[in-house]
């Protein structure tokens, strides 16, 4: 019985582990054709340089072949991805194509790959050998799945901004991919060698390329057992053509591409979405407290960020310009301002997203510009974003997970082996990021994925995000924007008792009530410079930031109040609920009299 | 929608196993009735067998080589209608399309021989036969080549047969032939590279110009899809050959010999294998007059065999044949004779016959397998004139 479909059982094991070669890419987001290359490469050195099969034996010729092989995929993937790993999309799909394209030309002027005619190469490979490589790699490709790595490798493909500033070195994550996707191409070139007893360099040409890919993707590239599906799926088509009696001709390959259309059409993610998806809820997230693997915060009042004369211009439009500020550990500061006066812009050079064009800045010890994004975060620098950057297709609590990863213990490696401490340091991460949802009042959603949460619970998974990595400074870009007044209240509770716990807050927000209310200091921009700075209370008395948010006194006679909320972003929540500082009440007309940046009090460089 | 899905899914799987079922159990049911019935009496034209002799072919209908096996299928297909209107024996043919992949050739071979095949026709490329005939020789099958012209083929083992003429056999003819008609002595040598026909056609080439003791000034490599030979035809021309000798197949042909006579190349273009199709003249036209190309059938024999195939091929398609549909054909004919030898469609005694085939009048000439289960007729050098190929003498 098993002998009659030993070949076409033969094909499906060999065609998944090539798709793997694509899915190690596709799930950190990577979409390389380069595969046909290695997997050429590593096919030919392994038939030409692994000892006959007469001397050693089948099996050792085989393995050596196939270490030879892995080697050189593996290298060739680390060659070719130190200069493209910039790359993205399609950029990276040609460059890669480029590559394959230039090993099958190199290989077919070779000597000693026998050029067009190809390489003999003796037939060793079993069915059975090939599903157990093929085990292997599936069981590693499983094991990753659940592990740091491969949650910081989906982070990535999801949204690389976002996976930077949760401390994920993506450079390294992308080229470890890279190599993994190289290693297995390689696997597969050799098992495939070692099967069809000839090889040529035309077997591993851009249609093969093409065909890996589609079979990852047919088979879903999000789930482990993905490629199997999808080899499963490519290599019985024909065979179902043949058994229900379809002519042989054109109308097959007519009728396989329809089929391949419908799959996709009608399941994006591909087959394996069919299968359902497990969310891990921590067994025991009641007994938590201890196990917080903690960092040390600066102690209240030191320094936490130092900025001096910071600028930022973009083709001669000054975004930010000469900004000093000094934020000390423990203070909640409100950044406001109106719309296009730098607030973002000097949040995104604070957590290293952007760089400066002049000025220095410091924070917590990184030195501001030279520092990658996940060095910052490293530091313990973690932020939400203006506009969600949410791991789109990942569950809520998995979310939470990848904040957590500069505080949770690599685990992949642990996880091959099954060791117990793997799955302990597991736990002490799933509890850690359901901590952080039951915080923000979303543990109810956990399951739930990113995209399907209403807009304010997304802006509150960020925040759980962001808190999971244990943070000594915590940004907020307009956290409460879409939230209605309740929410804004609970909010503003919420970093209220962050603030109690000892972290730093730098926030952004429109709801200068809220701002008001929760910042212990307020720090106003306007056309890229800091206007004003100090208590909430002078802030809202300040004349400046009234001209700033009202305009002139003569343009405008009848100014709402700043505190009570009237003058801010109409994106803003309702002020209802937020009670009213003392010096609520400015006259506007006043404004027009004052000097305007003499009341800001500034930090000297 | 979802609910919809996993029915869709689970009906298709269920279908799938269904399938494949039925398949092994029609495989199985067609080897045991067959070897009941395999073995017939009488011999020769009287030779009736009862059972339906099943013969499996695997061509590369679609893919890169899609144009010869078409060509080859209808071959195939003609000469199993003439064979069907005789008495004595009948051929379950099946003709399978491996999609120039070698994955689908090998999975084809194994398929037919688990499936009772008492011999298997293709496939159509050589490097597939390489990686597919051993499953055949492993399991006794034996295996008829009709388009595999590369060198070893028929070593791996003694279950291989073909009947198409290698290169070796046939271009060491055409360039005496030519050497002595134009006398040669430097030459410019073109082929494309990365395909295994022109390659080992060129290497035959080489070979039969040193033999010959002709010059080759310049080798000159291309592409197999490459469509503009200009610059490669003026690199060519600086070195004032006698002669332009290419490998190559048809596609890169007919732009080539174009080419060289717009630039005003007007020395003989000497041509292997692949040049030997009608499309040459049809695509090429005034250019292809003078072309001289070496092949394994003579499409203007005038041998009865040959002259009943154009017209009955001409017949039925409407079209002028190629020499593999000439070799797909006679293939079918061999086989056919090789049963009736011995009046049996076992695999083994089909193997003896074929082996034993000698001097059978065929399309293709005068035909015999010789010890190395290689075929072995006369080759013809062919020029054009007139828009047609004549023998070149």
């Known amino acids: ?605 | 929608m979802r609910t919809k899905l996993y029915t869709v899914a689970a009906a298709s799987a269920a279908a799938l196993v269904l399938a494949s079922c039925s398949s092994g159990d029609s495989g199985g049911g067609d080897s045991t009735a067959a070897s009941g019935g395999l073995t017939g009496e009488g011999s020769g034209d009287s030779c009736t067998i009862e059972g339906e002799v099943p013969v499996g072919a695997v061509l590369s209908l679609t893919g890169a080589a899609a144009s010869y096996g078409e060509s080859q299928q209808r071959g195939l297909e003609l000469a199993a209608a003439e064979l069907a209107e005789q008495d004595g024996v009948t051929y379950d043919l099946t003709i399978e399309d491996d999609q120039t992949d070698p994955r689908q050739a090998i999975t084809l071979f194994d398929e037919f021989v688990n499936d009772g095949a008492s011999l298997v026709i293709g496939p159509t490329l050589s490097n597939a036969a390489v990686q597919a005939d051993p499953i055949a020789q492993e399991a006794g099958v034996p295996v008829l080549g009709i388009s595999n012209t590369a060198a070893g083929v028929t070593e791996i083992g003694d279950y291989i047969f073909r009947d198409s003429l290698t290169e070796q056999a046939v271009i060491p003819q055409t360039i005496e032939a030519a050497t002595e008609q134009f006398g040669l002595e430097n030459v410019v040598v073109m082929y494309s590279n990365d395909d295994a026909f022109t390659e080992s056609g060129y290497e035959a080439f080489a070979a039969a110009l040193e033999e010959q003791g002709v010059e080759i000034s310049e080798t000159i490599t291309f592409s197999k899809s490459d469509t503009d030979f200009r610059a490669l035809l003026t690199q060519a021309q600086e070195s004032d050959p006698d002669a332009i000798v290419v490998s190559a197949l048809i596609e890169a042909a007919v732009p080539l010999v174009t080419q060289a006579r717009e630039l005003g190349i007007d020395v003989p273009i000497i041509g292997g294998n692949g040049f030997n199709n009608p499309r040459l003249m049809a695509d090429a036209g005034e250019a292809a007059e003078g072309v001289v190309v070496g092949a394994a059938w003579n499409s203007s024999s005038d041998n009865p065999e040959n002259q009943a195939f154009l017209e009955a091929y001409e017949a039925e398609y409407g079209a002028q044949p190629d020499q593999f549909a000439a070799q797909a054909y006679t293939g079918l004919k061999l086989v056919d004779q090789a049963v009736r030898a011995n009046c049996s469609a076992e695999r083994d005694s089909i193997q003896e016959a074929l082996g034993q085939i000698e001097n059978v009048p065929t399309v293709l000439g005068e035909f015999s397998i010789d010890e190395n289960r290689d075929a072995d007729h006369p080759a013809v050098v062919q020029v054009v004139e007139n828009g047609s190929f004549a023998v070149l003498e």
Request: proline share 5%; glycine share 12%.
């Open chain 1, 1 to 605: 019985m098993l002998d009659q479909y030993a070949t076409t059982l033969t094909f499906i094991a060999l065609g998944a582990i090539f798709a793997y070669s694509f899915y190690a890419v596709l799930i950190a987001g990577q979409l390389s054709l380069g595969q046909a290359g290695f997997a050429s490469l590593a096919a030919f050195s392994g038939a030409y340089l692994a000892p006959d099969r007469a001397d050693v034996g089948d099996v050792p010729a085989l393995l050596i072949a196939v270490a030879i092989g892995m080697s050189v995929g593996a290298l060739a993937a680390v060659m070719l991805g130190l200069p493209t790993m910039h790359l993205r999309g399609v950029f990276l799909a040609i460059a890669t194509l480029g590559f394959a394209e230039a090993v099958r030309v190199v290989l077919l002027n070779q000597e000693w790959t026998g050029g067009a005619q190809g390489l003999g190469v003796s037939r060793i490979l079993t069915v059975g050998m090939a599903w157990f490589a093929l085990a292997l790699v599936a069981y590693w490709f499983w094991r990753m799945g659940r592990s740091r790595y491969g949650r910081a490798l989906e982070a990535i493909r999801e949204d690389e901004l976002a996976a930077r500033a949760m401390g994920i070195d993506v450079g390294r994550h992308r080229l470890a991919a890279f190599v993994t996707a190289g290693a297995v191409a390689g696997l597969y070139g050799v098992l495939y060698a070692y099967y069809v007893r000839l090889i040529a360099p035309d077997d591993f040409d851009f249609v093969a390329a093409v065909e890996g890919l589609v079979t990852a993707v047919v088979g879903g590239s999000t789930m482990f057992l993905g490629p199997l599906l999808g080899s499963g799926f490519q290599t019985i088509v024909p065979e179902v053509q043949r058994a229900v009696g379809v002519e042989a001709g054109w109308i097959r390959p007519f009728l396989a591409s329809l089929l391949l259309l419908v799959v996709i059409l009608f399941l994006p993610g591909g087959l394996a979405s069919l299968l359902p998806r497990r969310t891990r809820m921590p067994s025991d997230a009641g007994d938590a407290a201890d196990d917080r693997t903690g960092r040390s915060h600066p102690a209240a009042g030191d320094t936490v960020v130092a900025l001096a004369g910071l600028g930022k211009e973009y083709g001669g439009v000054h975004a930010v310009r000469g900004v000093d500020l000094e934020i000390r550990a423990g203070e909640v500061v409100g950044l406001i301002g109106p719309n296009g006066a730098g607030k973002t812009t000097l949040v995104n050079m604070i957590s290293g997203l952007v760089p400066p064009s002049s000025g220095t800045a410091t924070v917590l010890g990184a030195e501001i510009g030279r520092t990658p994004v996940h060095r910052i975060a490293a530091a313990g620098v973690s932020r939400t974003f203006q506009h969600s950057k949410l791991f789109n297709r990942l569950s809520a609590l998995e979310n939470v997970l990848v904040g957590a990863h500069l505080v949770s213990r690599p685990t992949f490696l642990r996880r091959l082996l099954w060791l117990p401490s793997a799955r302990r340091d597991e736990q002490a991460a799933l509890r850690q990021a359901a901590r952080c949802l039951e915080r923000v009042g979303l543990a109810d959603l956990a399951a739930s994925r990113a995209e399907a949460l209403s807009y304010g619970d997304q802006r509150r998974l960020e925040i759980a995000r962001a808190l999971a990595s244990d943070p000594s400074l915590l940004i907020l870009d307009e956290p409460a924007a879409g939230m209605n007044h309740v929410e804004a209240g609970r909010l503003s509770e919420l970093i209220t008792s962050l603030a109690r716990d000892g972290l730093t807050i730098l926030f952004i927000e429109h709801n200068v009530g809220m701002v008001l209310q929760t910042c212990t200091r307020v720090v106003v921009l306007n056309f890229g410079e800091v206007i004003a700075s100090g208590a909430p209370g002078e802030i809202a008395a300040d004349p400046a930031v009234i001209e700033a948010y009202l305009g002139s006194a003569e343009d405008d006679a009848d100014g709402g109040s700043l505190a009570a909320g009237t003058a801010a972003d109409p994106t803003a929540g309702s002020p209802d609920g937020v009670p009213p500082p003392a010096a609520v009440n400015v006259d506007p007309a006043a404004a027009g009299t004052l000097e305007t940046p003499d009341t800001t009090r500034r930090n000297a460089p």
